[in-house]
């Protein structure tokens, strides 16, 4: 799979082990950026991922900043991305299979790398349920129009 991948300053240091972890499973990784811890505004960022998903350049998309919230916030604003907060496993299975999320977001500060190892792993391996879940996402979908 092709995955896309970006963090602010406070999510940098899991950003580069993450896309380490995603490249020894075979995936290319498409690291967005930033290059170092400097201080960086994460809407920057979120919008390079959250383009590459919509346009098709990626499959998936991970974010990384302090807490996942901002990432999400401002990756929801791209027209076709439905990005997620996942603080855990269960959060990553119910946003793939319910809402069929293209974009997670994780916390760089407030969940170990394990944990958020752990969060890309159900991410990425949890089908999209469809049924009653899909009116719901062209519901959710209609709303950017």
């Known amino acids: ?51 590459d998903v919509a346009d098709g350049a990626a499959e998936w998309g991970v ?5 996942g919230i901002g990432m999400a916030v401002a990756a929801n604003k791209i027209h076709g991305i439905r990005a ?10 119910l946003a ?7 974009v997670v977001t994780l916390s760089g500060r407030f969940v170990e790398l394990e944990e958020n190892e752990r969060i890309l792993d159900a991410f990425l391996s949890t089908e999209f349920g469809g049924g009653r879940h899909a009116g719901r996402v062209e519901k ?5 129009n």
């Not at 580069?16 to 960022?45: C, W």
């Not at 974010?63 to 807490?67: H, I, N, S």
């Open 63 to 67: 974010l990384v900043c302090g807490t």
């Open 1 to 51: 799979m092709k995955i896309s991948i970006a963090s602010d300053h406070a999510g940098f240091e899991q950003k580069e082990a993450l896309a380490d972890y995603l490249a020894k499973q075979g995936h290319e990784v498409v690291d967005r950026g930033p290059d170092s811890d400097d201080r960086v505004d994460y809407p920057d960022f979120a919008a390079l991922v959250a383009h």
């Open 84 to 93: 997620v907060n996942c603080i855990n496993v269960q959060f990553a299975q």
């Open 140 to 144: 959710i979908m209609a709303l950017e």
């Open 96 to 102: 793939r299979e319910h809402n069929n999320a293209n």
